[in-house]
Nanobody
Framework: QVQLVESGGGLVQAGGSLRLSCAAS????????MGWYRQAPGKQRELVARIRSGGSTNYADSVKGRFTISRDNAKNTVYLLMNSLKPEDTAVYYCNADILSTGVKWGSDYWGQGTQVTVSS
């Protein structure tokens, strides 16, 4: 069993900052890509940022220069530092990870339960 547990969401004023964390636990052999997605009301879930095991990253154009994704492989944890937040960043943020469990041949996609980020104007 593998679980992803997110923390760090909340309410912040425009221009403020938040830091999200997502810790993976369970029968983990290795973790490939970890990332953050978000879903605003009435919209599809979209990629925010992702980071591979080697450290390379991708960002959505809308967050480039404002958000920074990082990971601590020893702690199986991924972070998302969000600066200069805008009201349009308001969404439920989901952690995602491609995890190879112990005793299993293929990796699987796992999702966290989501954490609400609300940016007031």
């Amino acid at each position: 069993q593998v679980q992803l547990v997110e923390s760090g969401g909340g309410l912040v004023q425009a221009g403020g900052s938040l830091r999200l964390s997502c810790a993976a636990s369970g029968s983990i052999f290795s973790i490939n890509t970890m990332g953050w997605y978000r879903q605003a009301p009435g919209k599809q879930r979209e990629l925010v940022a992702r980071i591979r095991s080697g450290g390379s990253t991708n960002y959505a154009d809308s967050v480039k220069g404002r958000f920074t994704i990082s990971r601590d492989n020893a702690k199986n944890t991924v972070y998302l530092l969000m600066n200069s937040l805008k009201p349009e960043d308001t969404a439920v943020y989901y952690c995602n990870a491609d995890i190879l469990s112990t005793g299993v041949k293929w990796g699987s996609d796992y999702w966290g339960q989501g954490t609400q980020v609300t940016v007031s104007s």
